[in-house]
Each structure stands twice: as structure tokens, then as C-alpha cells.
């Protein structure tokens, strides 16, 4: 069941909004800042369902059973408002037809009426000024929470007033524990999602759950083991294969960083107890003898600005061959 207990990690967001629910002292707005797939939504989702509760655990918990509960669950509870837009922007239509006109009708069924916008860091400039007068004189009843990647997107009136939460990233072992516990995934492969998430618990099950998973892991393999020696097309038909699979090019690139991650833990403490790729212990010490440790930094950046360059649209062959040639290189 979806309650404060199912999130992983955020314990300093939990506690905030569990103080706020048994005290009665809800804010009209929340911005709620994290990466993509870190929970946002589903912090988001549980407070609204504590919200609408008849019978709340606690004073804070969905009861799970009540009539709103089961709305909620299902997504048809008419006081939590998902806020919808197109693809890339929320524009300042979106913001007067969703939020602004519809804020002005009062619940349904509950004391509390919940707008979720998820990516508002792609509201325009326009959309926030449009909210903004909402947010300042929204009705009692109102509860605007607004999900973002990014503060700095956010103008510093709009973050002026909402109570800011900042999802932090999980501990690896908290991580590591839950894909085990309840995704129920092998150690290896749990070891490789944890150091590929990097604090992001959506990211971690992502990969995890992924029917690709050990497809893409021996394609990375594989490349990481014949870099050295083979010619740049055949390596270039190994990546364009991942096209077939469900994973962003950048999860893929990610799994290569946690590869040179391994081969400069290796050269730097020369252990291999703490290697993520175990079974390919080998490899891993045969790359970091034949690399310098500026080769293994750069090769590492490189790799970043890669991710960087198809996320501006940079064509993806040329970026993807830049990519390359460093790694050879170094």
C-alpha cells in the first residue's frame, strides 16, 4: 500500500509533511525538486491521498480503505487535479484553464482540492506570472504542489512562496537493500543498479526491473573488453543495437562510467574486494595497468559531456565518435 512508510529514504521530507498533517498546518503551495524518476510524484501522490483521507493512521497515514483512498488509488478522486500539457512545455494556457479558472470552484467530496503539476520546471516565464497571483491569494481549501528537476528554472517569486523540499539521494545501502528485499533481484545485479543510480531510487529500479538488463550489461562488457583493439565501425554497430533495447543511450553510457569507475578504484587502491564488475576482475586491472590516472579522469569527463551533448540534440554518431576516440586515446 502507497503510504509514508513505502518511500525510501527522504526521511527529512516525511517528518515535514507528517508535522504538517497531524497539526492542521498545511501550506497552500510546494515545490518539490528532484531528479527524473526520484519520487517527486509519488512523495507527491501519498500526501494528497493523506489529504482526502475520512480516516487518516496516525493523523498523517492513508487509511487505504476508505472511499477517497480508493480514489486515489485509482486516480479518480476529483479533488487531486493532475495538472496535464504537451510534451516540452507548460504553457501559460495550461496554467489559467487548469489551475487559475478551475481553482476557484470549491471540493467535490474532501476539505482540500490538490493541483499536481509534475515538470514545472517547463512552465514559461509567462505560466509562473500567471500562477503566481494563485499562488498568493489562492481559496483555504487550495494545495498547488509543484514537481521540478531544477530550482534555477523556477522564478524566485514563485519559489518565494511554496515550502521548498528537496529530495536528497539514498544511501547506496538503502538502495542496495530494497532492490534485493523487494525487486528481488541477485547481489550482482543489485550491486550494478546501485552504483548506476547513484542515489536515485527510480533510476535503481529502472535498470533493475528492465527485461534488457543483461543484454546491455554484456553489450557494455563486451565494448569495454575489445575498445582497446577494434576499429571504430564495428564499435559503432554495437551502439546503434542499443536502439533495440528499452534503456536511454545515457543508462547505457552510465553502466560504461561505473566500468572506468571500477578500473580507477582498482588502480588507486589496487582491491578488488570493492570492484563492481566482479566477474570481470581481469579486465578491470588489466585497463587500469594500461591507464593513467589522467587518462581514467578524462576519459570519465568525456563521458559526461557525451551525455550532455545528446541531451542537446548534438547528432548522435558524431557525439557518440568523439566518445571514442577519447576512450582510445586514453
Known amino acids: 500500500m502507497s503510504n509514508f512508510g513505502s518511500i525510501i529514504g527522504q526521511e527529512n521530507i516525511k517528518e515535514h509533511l507528517r508535522i504538517a498533517l497531524t497539526s492542521g498546518k498545511i501550506s497552500q503551495a510546494y515545490l518539490i525538486t528532484g531528479e527524473n524518476m526520484s519520487g517527486k510524484e509519488y512523495i507527491a501522490r501519498i500526501f494528497a491521498n493523506a489529504l482526502v483521507c475520512e480516516d487518516p493512521v496516525e493523523g498523517y497515514d492513508p487509511c487505504g480503505k476508505c472511499r477517497s483512498c480508493i480514489q486515489a488509488r485509482a486516480g479518480s478522486h476529483p479533488d487531486i487535479i493532475t495538472v496535464t500539457h504537451k510534451p516540452g512545455t507548460v504553457s501559460v494556457e495550461d496554467v489559467r484553464t487548469k489551475i487559475v479558472s478551475d481553482v476557484q470552484i470549491r471540493p467535490y467530496q474532501s476539505l482540500r482540492k490538490i493541483y499536481i503539476l509534475n515538470e514545472a520546471e517547463k512552465m514559461t516565464a509567462v505560466a509562473q506570472n500567471a ?84 543484454r546491455i550489461r554484456d553489450e557494455a562488457v563486451r565494448m569495454m573488453k575489445n575498445i582497446r583493439k577494434a576499429d571504430t565501425a564495428s564499435i559503432m554497430d554495437t551502439l546503434k543495437r542499443l536502439e533495440e533495447y528499452k534503456l536511454d543511450i545515457t543508462d547505457f553510457l552510465d553502466i560504461i562510467m561505473i566500468w572506468y569507475r571500477d578500473v580507477l578504484m582498482y588502480k588507486a587502491t589496487m582491491d578488488t574486494g570493492a570492484l563492481i564488475f566482479k566477474d570481470e576482475e581481469e579486465s578491470i586491472t588489466e585497463d587500469a595497468m594500461a591507464s593513467s590516472y589522467d587518462g581514467i579522469e578524462n576519459v570519465l569527463r568525456v563521458l559526461d559531456k557525451t551525455k550532455q551533448r545528446l541531451k542537446a540534440n548534438v547528432n548522435y554518431e558524431l557525439a557518440m565518435e568523439l566518445l571514442l576516440l577519447a576512450i582510445k586515446e586514453n
Do not use: H, W
Open 131 to 214: 500562477l503566481l497571483k494563485t499562488l498568493e491569494e489562492a481559496p483555504g481549501y487550495a494545495v498547488i504542489m509543484l514537481l521540478s528537476t531544477s530550482k534555477q528554472a523556477m522564478l524566485p517569486t514563485i519559489l518565494s512562496r511554496c515550502v521548498q523540499l528537496d529530495l536528497r539521494p539514498v544511501d547506496d545501502a538503502t538502495v542496495r537493500k530494497y532492490l534485493m528485499s523487494q525487486v528481488q533481484v541477485p547481489d550482482y545485479r543489485a550491486d550494478i543498479c546501485t552504483a548506476f543510480a547513484r542515489g536515485n531510487i527510480g533510476r535503481a529500479g529502472n535498470l533493475a526491473a528492465s527485461e534488457d538488463f543483461d
